[in-house]
Antibody, heavy 119, light 109 residues
Framework: QVTLKESGPALVKPTQTLTLTCTFS??????????VSWIRQPPGKALEWLAR???????FYSTSLKTRLTISKDTSKNQVVLTMTNMDPVDTATYYC???????????WGQGTLVTVSS | EIVLTQSPGTLSLSPGERATLSCRAS???????LAWYQQKPGQAPRLLIY???SRATGIPDRFSGSGSGTDFTLTISRLEPEDFAVYYC??????????FGQGTKLEIK
């Protein structure tokens, strides 16, 4: 059974760095072909893809946000970590992690974690 | 970057009716790279369709996907009360990036 769960602060101040952790089970990121992404959704708005990390360590980022994002993995802990620097109120959103199937679509999602950026 | 435009923004129908949701891409998308998701309030999205027309595990056969090139369609043959939700299309791009449409809200008439 594949599960993913996001954790991190619910509230961050403008200019701070956000660190989110995705803890998963039911698969291993050391297995060939496995990939995990982060996706966010501002309240009442559409989904936005942020970043992806692959089993072999390859990393890919949203063009518009790549200067602010870093994705990493800890295979031994079954975790993927996303950091986003210089947070702004417009970054207020629910942040999801999701497993990617075949590199093409998101077949399992975490429940999401709401992050509010406010002073 | 490929932009996905979904229409209509809101679709008002009654249970038992047929729903047709559209997703148009700004440039051609491989059918293999197009997926649809359903999202209910307070929940994460759920994968419905991948490869433009293949149903994900456990998805009822009243959901079907079709299309190619720049025009894709999600059809729900007979709406059940639990189908009223927001639907998103998603594509995988050659630059190893992903994009979503802005969503279609399917509401009860």
């Amino acid at each position: 059974q594949v599960t993913l769960k996001e954790s991190g602060p619910a509230l961050v101040k403008p200019t701070q760095t956000l660190t989110l952790t995705c803890t998963f089970s039911g698969f291993s990121l050391s297995t060939s072909g496995m990939r995990v992404s982060w996706i966010r959704q501002p309240p009442g708005k559409a989904l936005e893809w942020l970043a992806r990390i692959d089993w072999d360590g390859d990393k890919f980022y949203s063009t518009s946000l790549k200067t602010r994002l870093t994705i990493s993995k800890d295979t031994s802990k079954n975790q993927v970590v996303l950091t986003m620097t210089n947070m702004d109120p417009v970054d207020t959103a629910t942040y999801y992690c999701a497993r990617i199937a075949g590199g093409l679509y998101f077949d399992y999602w975490g429940q999401g974690t709401l992050v509010t950026v406010s002073s | 970057e490929i932009v996905l435009t979904q229409s209509p923004g809101t679709l008002s129908l009654s249970p038992g009716e047929r729903a047709t949701l559209s997703c148009r891409a700004s440039q051609s998308v491989s059918s293999s790279y197009l997926a649809w998701y359903q999202q209910k309030p307070g929940q994460a999205p759920r994968l419905l369709i991948y490869g433009a027309s293949s149903r994900a595990t456990g998805i009822p056969d009243r959901f079907s996907g079709s299309g190619s090139g720049t025009d894709f369609t999600l059809t729900i043959s007979r709406l059940e009360p639990e189908d009223f939700a927001v639907y998103y299309c998603q594509q995988y791009g050659s630059s190893r990036s992903y994009s979503f449409g802005q969503g279609t809200k399917l509401e009860i008439k």
